[in-house]
């Protein structure tokens, strides 16, 4: 606005609007660039500032004691005010003034169930067998986060076991609400299912998959061009939208990126940034495809797939019945459904079994030090495809014994 950019010639810092409230001068060339239509640079800053909302929100989530929790909310609602959204609820603070009070001198401490509970999980040989040396948080928010998101890696009923043992153990909170905070709500596939078990005690709100529920903003607005008749839209608003908020809280995660030798840590911010936007990237390429005709969607969908399948663990979760393979099995299922329609000009397959019998099928494959699972594939990232004759290799982690 030209009388701002007066307004900062002749008074700086103390420039004010015409009307006299503060000028939030800082925020105008933000505002000015997303306001601009059809801009690709717009909409890079605006899923950048939804990233940053996110990162901020999960670290209050974490951190409810936060020194800066109270100059945060300000900051929380001029974000969404920029990007002219809606303010969610902010994650829930613990009422200050409500500790329970500590044994009497001289007295035993009372056991700690929820301490019992970890240290059972993290000794269960079971456990170990599928997640194996998973380092234990000190801090207990941390600690109840990775607890959670190491149950998305074990076999369904195990993880419904502990999910149980551990609903049963979490603390009352006393003289707090009843319900301090709803669980933040992501669209279910099939069921709905926690992702993430509050503890109110500690500020946390959970994860949950709710059917009906909306999909994260940055994931609606890639998709916003999906025409509405494309059957696999729901589920890709679904798994993208659980992929990117378990991937933001899990600090086992890692992102095995295309062509990048070694895995990065999501726990890291500029790899999750870098996650996030190559994901949405990927979820508006298959919404410009669509249009394009079943081959084209295809090829892109197939890429979607693999950034959906990109996200694992060392060691990865091999249970068929896990959270994780669930994902991924539902996102190969996409593909392989698109590749029927096109009856004999698509081939689709998934590189498994022994590593030897697929490695013509596959390049940029990640070696991963296994007892257990020598020579064999313990995770697809990219499918194998191939579209009117055109061959595109996929991409695996492999067990090798050294």
């Given at each position: 606005?030209s009388?701002?950019?007066d307004a900062?010639?002749?008074g700086?810092a103390?420039?004010?609007r015409?009307?006299?409230?503060d000028?939030p001068e800082?925020?105008?060339?933000?505002r000015?660039?997303l306001?601009?239509?059809?801009?690709?640079?717009?909409?890079?800053l605006?899923?950048?500032?939804?990233l940053?909302?996110?990162?901020?929100?999960?670290?209050?989530?974490?951190?409810p004691?936060?020194?800066g929790?109270?100059a945060?909310t300000?900051?929380?609602?001029?974000?969404h005010d920029m990007?002219g959204?809606?303010?969610p609820?902010?994650?829930?603070?613990?009422?200050?003034?409500?500790?329970?009070?500590?044994?009497p001198a001289?007295?035993?401490?009372p056991?700690?169930p929820?301490?019992?509970l970890?240290?059972?999980f993290?000794?269960?040989?079971?456990v170990?067998?599928?997640?194996?040396?998973?380092?234990r948080q000190?801090?207990p928010?941390r600690a109840w986060?990775?607890?959670?998101c190491?149950?998305?890696?074990?076999?369904?009923?195990?993880?419904?076991?502990w999910?149980?043992?551990?609903?049963?153990?979490?603390?009352?909170?006393?003289?707090?609400?009843?319900?301090?905070?709803?669980p933040?709500a992501?669209?279910?596939?099939?069921q709905e299912e926690?992702?993430?078990?509050p503890?109110?005690d500690l500020?946390?709100r959970?994860?949950?998959?709710?059917?009906?529920?909306?999909?994260l903003?940055?994931?609606?607005?890639a998709?916003?061009?999906?025409?509405a008749a494309?059957?696999?839209?729901?589920?890709?608003a679904a798994?993208?939208?659980?992929?990117l908020?378990?991937?933001?809280?899990?600090?086992?995660a890692?992102y095995?990126?295309?062509?990048?030798?070694?895995p990065r840590?999501?726990a890291?911010?500029?790899?999750l940034?870098?996650?996030?936007?190559?994901l949405?990237t990927?979820?508006r390429?298959?919404?410009?495809?669509?249009p394009?005709?079943?081959?084209?969607?295809?090829e892109a969908?197939?890429?979607?797939?693999e950034a959906?399948?990109?996200?694992?663990?060392?060691?990865?979760a091999?249970?068929?019945?896990?959270?994780?393979n669930?994902?991924a099995a539902?996102?190969?299922?996409?593909?392989f459904?698109l590749?029927?329609?096109?009856?004999?000009?698509?081939?689709v397959?998934?590189?498994?079994?022994?590593?030897?019998?697929?490695?013509?099928?596959t390049?940029?494959?990640?070696?991963?030090?296994?007892?257990?699972?020598p020579g064999?594939v313990?995770?697809?990232?990219?499918?194998?495809?191939e579209i009117?004759?055109?061959?595109?290799?996929?991409?695996?982690?492999?067990?090798v014994?050294r």
């Amino acid at each position: 606005m030209s009388h701002g950019a007066d307004a900062r010639r002749d008074g700086g810092a103390d420039a004010r609007r015409d009307d006299g409230a503060d000028a939030p001068e800082a925020a105008d060339p933000f505002r000015r660039l997303l306001a601009t239509a059809d801009s690709e640079l717009a909409g890079t800053l605006r899923d950048g500032l939804r990233l940053l909302a996110r990162a901020l929100d999960q670290t209050a989530l974490l951190r409810p004691d936060d020194p800066g929790a109270e100059a945060f909310t300000q900051v929380r609602g001029a974000l969404h005010d920029m990007l002219g959204e809606g303010v969610p609820a902010p994650p829930p603070v613990p009422a200050a003034g409500h500790a329970v009070a500590g044994p009497p001198a001289g007295a035993a401490p009372p056991p700690d169930p929820v301490a019992e509970l970890l240290d059972g999980f993290h000794a269960d040989r079971a456990v170990r067998e599928h997640l194996g040396d998973a380092r234990r948080q000190a801090d207990p928010a941390r600690a109840w986060v990775a607890f959670n998101c190491a149950l998305l890696r074990l076999p369904g009923p195990a993880a419904q076991a502990w999910r149980g043992r551990a609903a049963r153990a979490v603390p009352a909170v006393p003289g707090a609400p009843v319900a301090p905070g709803a669980p933040v709500a992501l669209p279910a596939l099939d069921q709905e299912e926690d992702l993430l078990l509050p503890r109110h005690d500690l500020g946390i709100r959970g994860i949950r998959t709710v059917v009906g529920a909306a999909p994260l903003p940055e994931v609606a607005g890639a998709l916003a061009p999906l025409p509405a008749a494309d059957p696999a839209g729901p589920a890709l608003a679904a798994l993208a939208s659980q992929a990117l908020a378990v991937a933001g809280i899990d600090p086992e995660a890692l992102y095995f990126e295309s062509l990048t030798p070694r895995p990065r840590p999501l726990a890291d911010p500029s790899a999750l940034a870098d996650y996030t936007r190559e994901l949405l990237t990927r979820l508006r390429a298959y919404a410009a495809a669509v249009p394009e005709g079943p081959p084209r969607a295809l090829e892109a969908l197939i890429a979607l797939d693999e950034a959906l399948c990109s996200v694992a663990h060392l060691p990865p979760a091999t249970d068929p019945g896990s959270w994780w393979n669930g994902l991924a099995a539902r996102s190969h299922e996409l593909v392989f459904t698109l590749a029927g329609g096109l009856g004999g000009r698509a081939r689709v397959r998934e590189p498994a079994r022994r590593f030897r019998d697929v490695r013509d099928l596959t390049e940029d494959d990640v070696p991963m030090v296994s007892r257990t699972h020598p020579g064999r594939v313990v995770r697809c990232l990219r499918l194998y495809a191939e579209i009117d004759g055109v061959a595109r290799r996929g991409r695996v982690i492999y067990g090798v014994d050294r």
